[in-house]
């Protein structure tokens, strides 16, 4: 018999669309796949030398858990290059992908009893990390255009909050949170002594507004605040598994040591990438931002012609978040919607229900033009067939 916190687990809504979707595919059907947030690019080529020149020089073997120094302070350098905020390597963890980050994160600062804020729409790993570690996610509904603002927040805390989670730019919707909200946000923090774990994983990727990272609004802040990044998104790296945080050090040094008894250090090699993505040129991440505008205005451009779906042009990431309110009929869930787009139409997105937020879906970008033409066109007959 399973545990009570395995049998607490949701399986990914996300990875069981992927997988059918896959299935399909293996079967021999025209399926266009938008479920997935990950970028269509390959690593850039000098990154991928980096990781070679490692393996060729031996590079290959155990590393400090924490990740290895240089890696540490370019990550510092970075955080205070680009988002105004100092720290010492001995404040940074680097991890196996920003999801073990966070799992490392809330097992060290959450326990039974404790209630973790997470505003929806929202990505579902939030919801179910913070039942692996016994809290209680404290779920906050935003209206549209789902920008998150600290008048949401306040009637949801109490003496139980432990952690407020936010993520700008947003997954699902592209929300960047403004630098004012932020402010007001980190006042409610401070003053309650309340944890941030802020995910910005997908900061490079913002197409209007400004990214802020909450932790450089002052050392108050800074002290309450744990900070997730990554390589995934913006350097198309999702496959070679780094992620990091940076925070108090005694938060820090607790995730360490959770980490020394799970997984250890992540691949040598990749930390190895992970400096040449730093240190090297940017003009891959500037192609790519590029090319993602481009689609998503095109997106922008296609639904906004649709008079039965709602529409909010995401700010920042690669996804768009799209009401089927008045698609549906009675009884019918985003997800059965869904599950005959692909069945009828052999085009993959992800129910609203995947991010506690019923009657959207979502389509990822982080596919070629000649794919979401193809995928719109299809949802559009969809659309017109039903009606």
Not at 54 to 81: M, N, S, V
Not at 156 to 165: M, S
Not at 338 to 355: D, H, M, S, Y
Not at 362 to 375: H, I
Request: net charge neutral; hydrophobic share 40%.
């Amino acid at each position: 018999m399973l545990v009570h916190r395995a049998r607490l687990l949701s399986p990914s809504a996300t990875l069981e669309v992927d997988a059918l979707a896959k299935q399909y595919e293996e079967q021999g059907k025209p399926v266009i796949n938008l479920t997935i947030g990950e970028p269509d690019f390959a690593t850039p080529e000098h990154i991928g030398e980096a990781a070679y020149k490692g393996i060729k020089d031996g590079f290959t073997h155990y590393t400090a858990t924490a990740g290895i120094l240089p890696l540490r302070k370019g990550i510092a350098e970075k955080l205070k290059k680009d988002n105004n905020v100092s720290y010492d390597p001995s404040e940074i963890i680097v991890g196996v992908g920003t999801k073990q980050i966070l799992y490392n994160a809330f097992q060290v600062l959450v326990e039974e009893g404790m209630e973790v804020v997470i505003p929806t729409p929202t990505w579902s790993t939030y919801v179910e990390q913070v039942k692996l570690a016994l809290g209680k996610p404290v779920l906050i509904p935003l209206k549209p255009p789902f920008k998150l603002q600290a008048q949401d927040i306040e009637p949801y805390i109490n003496a139980k909050t432990k952690v407020i989670i936010i993520n700008s730019p947003s997954n699902p919707t592209g929300a960047v949170i403004e630098k004012e909200e932020l402010v007001k946000i980190a006042k409610i923090a401070v003053e309650k002594n309340i944890y941030i774990v802020s995910d910005e994983i997908y900061e490079k990727l913002i197409y209007e507004g400004t990214h802020y990272s909450i932790a450089s609004l002052g050392n108050g802040i800074k002290d309450h605040t744990i900070t997730i990044n990554g390589f995934s998104k913006s350097y198309a790296m999702t496959g070679w598994r780094i992620g990091y945080a940076a925070g108090p050090k005694e938060i820090i040094k607790a995730m360490t040591s959770f980490q020394g008894q799970t997984t250890s250090n992540t691949s040598s090699i990749a930390q190895i990438a992970g400096i040449a993505a730093l240190e090297g040129t940017q003009e891959p991440l500037a192609m790519m931002k590029e090319e993602f505008e481009k689609r998503r205005n095109y997106l922008c451009g296609e639904f906004s012609k649709i008079d039965s779906v709602s529409f909010i042009p995401p700010s920042g990431a690669f996804y768009t978040f799209v009401g089927i309110q008045k698609l549906l009929k009675p009884g019918e869930t985003a997800t059965d919607w869904c599950n005959k787009l692909l069945n009828e139409k052999f085009v993959a997105v992800v129910p609203g229900e995947a991010f506690c937020t019923p009657k959207y879906f979502r389509l990822s970008f982080a596919s070629s033009m000649d794919n979401l033409k193809v995928g719109v066109r299809r949802i559009k007959e969809f659309i017109n067939r039903a009606k």
